[in-house]
């Protein structure tokens, strides 16, 4: 259900410009448009629930080559945190798990169906929902940690990946070649005008 | 610049061949034995801690630093790219909380050799000598037991280490600086035509990134990753501003090892060397002096957790200062929406700056201020500002496809010192069973005010300069204070010359002695103070 949009940089591809960048990005990179690792921190239950769950809040396109879910799972595994969390939050891992139990009894209790079996619409009031409870509880949790917790998760797989750039223009790794073209206005040949914007 | 040199030899023994890191220089490091007494530890090699250990070093003192994380070698490990970053970061868990509790995402301090300028912007303003007195000259905040004139040289001495490029800096004491500012991208741009149509004077810098190759550094290549840490060596950091001299004069430095207590001998009330763990083994250095440079919460952290029969509250905490006045700046970000393209992402996000609202103004409710600089958020970060105004799913995906239109300011507002703002421990643990750091925070109604104040300011410089919308979103920056300096042991935990009052061989030299922030960022003054303490400690 996922709406088509404009293509504002068409022909722009910011992976093409691989062999022009140090080893280490390259492979830091690249290593992103290739298979996910295992899943090793969400149970099956938990992975389709947090599929579904980034598929609305991205509105993520069917054959969209971004793994978000596997790319939030292996961070939980490996407790790549960003290094805090709010006093009345569980550890990141644990309050996914919490979070995404708390979707799916909602889905239950409101439409008698599993979260990732609801219509999008369906998963977007839910989801809706939780953002507008304000400084409600729900499940135990304050929904605007809750919230910050998805989209900061969510956002950092998928704006991590060439696919998001693309669609923002963004070149990506610039090193070696930098940029010489600065100002408004001002492309390197390697970026595309927006022809979408303005 | 060759009396640069002459003191600080570090961007001359760093590599000419296109590579970052001189290998020897470390392979043929100076090794001690945990059994030698050295003359110091310095605990933390970041930037109070580096400016220690090389100074000390260079007077011939017999110096180890540890740093609880690596040896960067910015060749392999460090990326061109935000998700992959993140290991940059102090990732050992942290608990927030508060009122206005402060989330640090990739704001957050630094682990590693050369510490959080490793991954800091790089703008390295001067505090204003106001800084120095808000108490007596605003009724706020704290007087500091040292005037700014006490620091002049030292700012200067840094700024040529750095270096640090700009235009002539008519704020504060006004002062030239050694390069000359860098070109602008379209960010910047965007600022000084905004500033120019309120008629509000804003200035290219100051940053520590030499216009031109410095040594054997070579010259900016605008690539704007400066928050993922300069692979080109170009923006200055402790690990190739300070430690390669610090190495080359018989400094060692011991990475991947995590301090957990400061050890207090009884009897004499001496401290007598540091416990750290090395490879899971705990281990024992002795020392005649010890100098913690953790940064704002670890060092505070490692006080609290140095706790013994002396000292039951906590190391240097007879009268409960430890941990408290830690200050953040309110670090709001307004962003513009350009009909030309920004592409915000090109040079470093530290371009132009003002502070003509840095200090008191009379006709305000609130007291001190707030600076305005260029902020330039990579996709990532942006994401979090679009969705921070509650935009999600189609939404959020059309609003960042605008990506290259978008400019952004950020603000640094003057949060008033407060004893209530501070590092506890927690319940929680990290991996070797120490307690973690407890942050609470929460604001005043002046720190309020600041904020509001500072985004109307934004929001007109960008309208002035053209923009249709504008968003803001509420953050925070830089860490300081914790384990202030002061005039004495009832209001302070170190002395003007950075020395405990509790422990006479024991010194905090990194940006928890600060007992005010101003609205400057605080990286070069946390080195100033550094380099003075080291002076006064050598005599
Ligand atoms: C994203 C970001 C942008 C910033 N931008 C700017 C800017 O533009 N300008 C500016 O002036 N400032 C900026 N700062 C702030 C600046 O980097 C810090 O204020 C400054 O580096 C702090 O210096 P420090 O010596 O207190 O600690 P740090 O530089 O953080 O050094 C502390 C070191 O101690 C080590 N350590 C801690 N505890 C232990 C232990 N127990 N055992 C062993 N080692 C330990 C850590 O690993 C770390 O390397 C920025 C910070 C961030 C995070
Ligand atoms: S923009 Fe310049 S200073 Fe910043 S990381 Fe890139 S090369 Fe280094």
């Known amino acids: 259900m996922a709406a088509t949009r404009p293509n504002r940089f068409p022909g722009f591809d910011a992976a093409s410009q691989w062999r022009h960048w140090d080893a280490a990005t390259a492979g830091a990179v690249m290593k992103r448009l290739g298979p996910p690792p295992p899943f090793r921190y969400f149970t099956p239950d938990e992975q389709s629930t947090a599929v579904a769950l980034c598929d609305r809040l991205l509105d993520l396109e069917p054959d969209c080559p971004v793994n978000v879910v596997a790319m939030i799972d292996s961070r939980l595994a490996e407790a790549e945190t960003d290094g805090w969390r709010y006093e009345d939050m569980p550890e990141d891992g644990r309050a996914w798990s919490v979070s995404l139990a708390g979707l799916k009894s909602d889905a239950v209790d409101r439409f008698q169906i599993p979260f990732a079996e609801l219509d999008p619409p369906s998963q977007n009031s839910i989801i809706g929902a939780v953002r507008k409870l304000g400084s409600e509880a729900w499940h135990g949790l304050p929904p605007d940690h809750v919230w910050s917790l998805w989209t900061r998760y969510a956002c950092t797989a998928f704006y991590g990946h060439p696919f998001?750039?693309?669609?923002?223009?963004?070149?990506?790794p610039a090193y070696p070649s930098g940029y010489k073209n600065l100002g408004l206005d001002a492309r390197e040949p390697r970026e595309k005008a927006d022809e979408g914007g303005a | 610049m060759s009396g640069v040199r002459d003191r600080n030899a570090s961007a001359w023994l760093l590599p000419n061949d296109g590579t970052r890191t001189n290998h020897r220089l470390r392979r043929d490091m100076r090794r001690f034995e945990d059994s030698?007494?050295?003359?110091?530890?310095?605990?933390?090699?970041?930037?109070?801690g580096s400016v220690m250990l090389q100074r000390l070093a260079r007077r011939g003192w017999h110096v180890v630093g540890f740093d609880a994380g690596p040896f960067w070698d910015p060749d392999t490990d460090w990326v061109s790219d935000e998700a992959g970053s993140h290991h940059l970061y102090w990732t050992e868990p942290r608990v927030i909380s508060?009122?206005?509790?402060?989330?640090?995402?990739s704001n957050n301090s630094g682990r590693g050799v050369g510490g959080s300028m490793?991954?800091?912007?790089?703008?390295?303003?001067?505090?204003?000598?106001s800084d120095f007195r808000t108490l007596s000259q605003d009724g706020v905040g704290a007087d500091w037991p040292i005037r700014y004139e006490a620091l002049r040289p030292y700012y200067t001495e840094i700024e040529q280490e750095l270096p640090v490029a700009g235009d002539f800096w008519p704020w504060g004491d006004p002062h030239p600086y050694p390069h000359r500012p860098h070109r602008v991208s379209g960010n910047g741009e965007v600022f000084l035509r905004g500033a120019e149509k309120m008629g509000i004077t804003a200035k290219v810098g100051p940053v520590a990134i030499p216009n031109g190759r410095f040594g054997n550094r070579p010259h900016c290549i605008y690539r704007g990753f400066c928050l993922q840490g300069c692979k080109v060596n170009a923006k200055a950091s402790p690990l190739i501003t300070h430690v390669p001299d610090a190495l080359a004069h018989g400094a060692e430095i011991r990475a991947d090892c995590m301090v957990t207590r400061v050890e207090v001998d009884e009897h004499t009330g001496l401290a007598t060397g540091v416990h750290y763990i090395k490879d899971g083994?705990?281990?024992?250095?002795?020392?005649?002096?010890?100098?913690?440079?953790?940064?704002?919460?670890?060092?505070?952290?490692?006080?609290?957790?140095?706790?013994?029969?002396?000292?039951?509250?906590?190391?240097?905490?007879?009268?409960?200062?430890?941990?408290?006045?830690?200050?953040?700046?309110?670090?709001?970000?307004?962003?513009?929406?350009?009909?030309?393209?920004?592409?915000?992402?090109?040079?470093?996000?530290?371009?132009?700056?003002?502070?003509?609202?840095?200090?008191?103004?009379?006709?305000?409710?609130?007291?001190?201020?707030?600076?305005?600089?260029?902020?330039?958020?990579?996709?990532?970060?942006?994401?979090?500002h679009v969705a921070a105004q509650g935009h999600w799913g189609a939404d959020l995906r059309e609003r960042m496809s605008d990506y290259v239109?978008?400019?952004?300011?950020?603000?640094?507002?003057?949060?008033?010192?407060?004893?209530?703002?501070?590092?506890?421990?927690?319940?929680?643990?990290?991996?070797?069973?120490?307690?973690?750091?407890?942050?609470?925070?929460?604001?005043?109604?002046?720190?309020?005010?600041l904020m509001k104040a500072a985004r109307g300011v934004m929001e007109e410089i960008l309208h002035a300069a053209g923009a249709a919308d504008v968003i803001t979103i509420?953050?925070?920056?830089?860490?300081v204070g914790g384990a202030r300096m002061a005039a004495d042991e009832r209001h302070g935990v170190v002395d003007s010359d950075c020395r405990t009052f509790a422990v006479r061989n024991l010194y905090i030299a990194d940006g928890s002695v600060l007992p005010t922030q101003g609205s400057?960022?605080?990286?070069?003054?946390?080195m100033a103070v550094a380099a003075r303490a080291a002076d006064r400690l050598t005599g």
């Open chain 2, 98 to 105: 508060g009122s206005d509790p402060v989330p640090m995402g």
């Open chain 2, 281 to 384: 083994r705990r281990r024992f250095q002795r020392a005649r002096i010890v100098i913690v440079a953790g940064y704002s919460i670890e060092t505070p952290r490692l006080l609290l957790n140095s706790a013994s029969k002396r000292f039951p509250e906590g190391l240097c905490n007879d009268f409960d200062q430890v941990g408290r006045y830690l200050m953040v700046q309110g670090a709001p970000q307004t962003a513009g929406r350009f009909d030309e393209e920004v592409r915000m992402y090109k040079a470093p996000p530290p371009e132009v700056m003002s502070e003509d609202f840095y200090e008191t103004d009379p006709g305000k409710p609130y007291r001190r201020g707030f600076a305005i600089q260029t902020v330039s958020p990579l996709p990532i970060t942006w994401a979090e």
């Open chain 2, 405 to 449: 239109h978008w400019a952004c300011l950020g603000a640094l507002c003057e949060f008033l010192p407060s004893a209530e703002n501070r590092v506890t421990l927690s319940r929680e643990t990290d991996r070797n069973g120490l307690p973690v750091a407890d942050f609470s925070y929460s604001q005043t109604d002046n720190d309020k005010m």
């Open chain 2, 474 to 479: 509420g953050r925070y920056a830089h860490l």
């Open chain 2, 118 to 129: 490793v991954h800091f912007a790089g703008y390295a303003p001067r505090f204003h000598p």
């Open chain 2, 36 to 48: 030698d007494e050295v003359d110091a530890v310095v605990v933390g090699c970041g930037a109070g």
């Open chain 1, 164 to 172: 998001g750039w693309n669609e923002i223009g963004f070149p990506g």
């Open chain 2, 520 to 526: 400057a960022n605080p990286a070069l003054t946390i």
